[in-house]
């Protein structure tokens, strides 16, 4: 035990070539090790140089994680000033005030300060209990398509049907209400949710790499990472507000975009996955005044069978 607790608290990678400095570090690396690429030196760099690996994953993810979301709201930001922008926005004529957005994000912030920070230093341990690979150099991009296109369908499914029985009676009142604060979202509101929500859902993003791995044996930290920032664009963009004649879905039609997410906070029913179209689809949860007259059509055409197909029997 105590062994593993050591092996968790320190570093696995080549410890000699360790340097006072980060640079210093990356140089001994790059001498070393000659055939790897740009990303994959500053990585191993890190990991010998902070000579801890808990602390060098928990410090990258956070630092990532800040980054891409704020970073990724940003464009929004901007185009929330742009006059052009204004006739692609879903909601005509609600403008989420600069207080708004500025007493959204101070609440984002606090979450991942006190919630999700002190949570960050589990993940390098769990990776590790699961076999999750952080050496160099990294998978080939076929390993990381497959597998992360795999996580996008394992939690766009655990994000329906949680997200669905988060808007059942209680569960809705006090947990998933706080999210529904904005009915007309923006960028910034993506990550606006409860603790407890936060962690429900959170599951998704997280628990579809640790099973996959947990199974497989077969799954590298860095692929996680482009798993985390993809899902983080995509929350984000489904939060954005605008829809674009040049918005992924209308190339990709089963992907959901904001077009989607935007219906499901305007109604408060329906529209429940988070990247795909397919199981609000085939569950006939699409949200929305269109889905419901085509609902209604599809009742009605249905009943009118069973009636012609009745009368036939008589
Ligand atoms: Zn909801
Ligand atoms: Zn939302």
């Known amino acids: 035990m105590f062994v593993y607790f050591v092996e968790f608290w320190s570093s696995s990678y080549n410890v000699s070539l360790a340097a006072a400095t980060y640079s210093e570090t990356y140089r001994n690396i790059s001498d070393?090790?000659?055939?790897?690429?740009?990303?994959?030196r500053l990585w191993a760099a890190?990991?010998?140089?902070?000579?801890?690996?808990?602390?060098?994953?928990?410090?990258?993810?956070?630092?990532?994680?800040?980054?891409?979301y704020f970073g990724r709201c940003l464009p929004w930001l901007v185009i929330d000033?742009?006059?052009?922008?204004?006739?692609?926005?879903?909601?005509?004529?609600?403008?989420?005030?600069?207080?708004?957005?500025?007493q959204c994000t101070r609440t984002v912030l606090i979450s991942h300060f006190t919630v999700e920070l002190p949570q960050?230093?589990?993940?390098?341990?769990?990776?590790?209990?699961?076999?999750?690979s952080h050496d160099v150099p990294f998978p080939s991009f076929l390993t990381m398509f497959y597998q992360i296109s795999l996580f996008f369908?394992?939690?766009?499914?655990?994000?329906?049907?949680?997200?669905?029985?988060?808007?059942?009676?209680?569960?809705?009142?006090?947990?998933?209400?706080?999210?529904h604060l904005y009915s007309a979202p923006f960028g910034l509101a993506a990550e606006y949710a409860s603790p407890i929500e936060v962690m429900?859902?959170?599951?998704?993003?997280?628990?579809?790499?640790i099973l996959w791995c947990a199974l497989t044996k077969n799954l590298h930290i860095f692929t996680v990472y482009i798993w985390i920032v993809l899902r983080l664009f995509?929350?984000?963009?489904?939060?954005?507000?605008?829809?674009?004649?040049?918005?992924?879905?209308?190339?990709?039609?089963?992907?959901?975009?904001?077009?989607?997410h935007d219906d499901h906070?305007?109604?408060?029913?329906?529209?429940?996955?988070?990247?795909?179209?397919?199981?609000?689809?085939?569950?006939?949860?699409?949200?929305?005044?269109?889905?419901?007259?085509?609902?209604?059509?599809?009742?009605?055409?249905?009943?009118?069978?069973?009636?012609?197909?009745?009368?036939?029997?008589?």
Request: glycine residues 6%; positive net charge.
């Open 32 to 40: 070393a090790y000659i055939h790897l690429n740009l990303l994959e």
């Open 46 to 68: 890190w990991y010998a140089y902070m000579q801890n690996d808990v602390i060098a994953t928990g410090l990258m993810i956070f630092v990532i994680h800040e980054l891409f």
């Open 81 to 102: 000033g742009i006059p052009y922008f204004q006739k692609y926005k879903i909601q005509q004529g609600k403008v989420n005030s600069w207080k708004e957005q500025w």
């Open 120 to 132: 960050i230093w589990l993940f390098h341990p769990i990776c590790n209990y699961f076999g999750m």
């Open 153 to 179: 369908c394992l939690e766009d499914t655990w994000h329906y049907w949680n997200h669905r029985l988060l808007h059942y009676g209680p569960f809705y009142k006090y947990i998933h209400k706080q999210h």
């Open 200 to 209: 429900i859902l959170g599951l998704g993003t997280i628990g579809s790499p």
């Open 234 to 260: 995509q929350a984000v963009d489904a939060h954005s507000g605008y829809e674009f004649p040049w918005s992924l879905h209308h190339f990709l039609p089963f992907w959901a975009g904001a077009d989607h």
């Open 265 to 314: 906070h305007k109604y408060f029913i329906g529209n429940y996955a988070s990247s795909f179209r397919w199981w609000d689809f085939l569950l006939d949860t699409e949200a929305g005044p269109k889905a419901k007259a085509d609902r209604i059509a599809r009742q009605q055409s249905k009943s009118e069978k069973a009636a012609a197909a009745a009368k036939k029997l008589e």
